[in-house]
C-alpha cells in the first residue's frame, strides 16, 4: 500500500506561485510513477505532470510546460510541482497519484493504483 498526502494549495493572483507538496509513504512507491493530476469545476480529473522516482523523467501536459515543474525528493519521499505564472485556467483541485502505467497510458486516470485527497489550487485576482 501507498498512502499519499498532498499540500500547498491556496488562493493566488493571476502570475503567482505556488508549489505543491506530495507526502509519499508505504510499501514500493520509489518502483512507481508519480503524478499530478487536476480537476477543475464541472470537469474530468486530468494529468498535469509526472515523473518516474527512479530515474526523474518528467511528463507535462502542454497547457503547463514552461511553467510548471516536477520534482521528487529522496530523502524526504516528497513529490513537487512547483507552479509559476498561475492563471485562472489553473484552478482546480490537484491531486498526487502513484502507478506504473505503460508510456501510452501515463496520461490516464485508470493507470494510477494510489490517490492522495487533493488540494485545492484557485487563481483569481
Known amino acids: 500500500q501507498v498512502q499519499l498526502v498532498e499540500s500547498g494549495g491556496g488562493r493566488v493572483q493571476p502570475g503567482d506561485s505556488l508549489r505543491l507538496s506530495c507526502a509519499a509513504s508505504g510499501s514500493g512507491f520509489r518502483n512507481y510513477q508519480l503524478a499530478w493530476f487536476r480537476q477543475a469545476p464541472g470537469k474530468e480529473r486530468a494529468f498535469v505532470s509526472s515523473?518516474?522516482?527512479?530515474?526523474?523523467?518528467?511528463y507535462y501536459e502542454d497547457s503547463v510546460k514552461g511553467r510548471f515543474t516536477v520534482s521528487r525528493d529522496n530523502t524526504k519521499n516528497m513529490v513537487y510541482l512547483q507552479m509559476n505564472n498561475l492563471k485562472p485556467e489553473d484552478t482546480a483541485v490537484y491531486y498526487c497519484a502513484a502507478g506504473s502505467p505503460i508510456l501510452s497510458s501515463l496520461r490516464l486516470e485508470r493507470s494510477y493504483n494510489y490517490w492522495g485527497q487533493g488540494t485545492q489550487v484557485t487563481v483569481s485576482s
Open positions: 515523473i518516474r522516482w527512479s530515474n526523474s523523467v518528467t
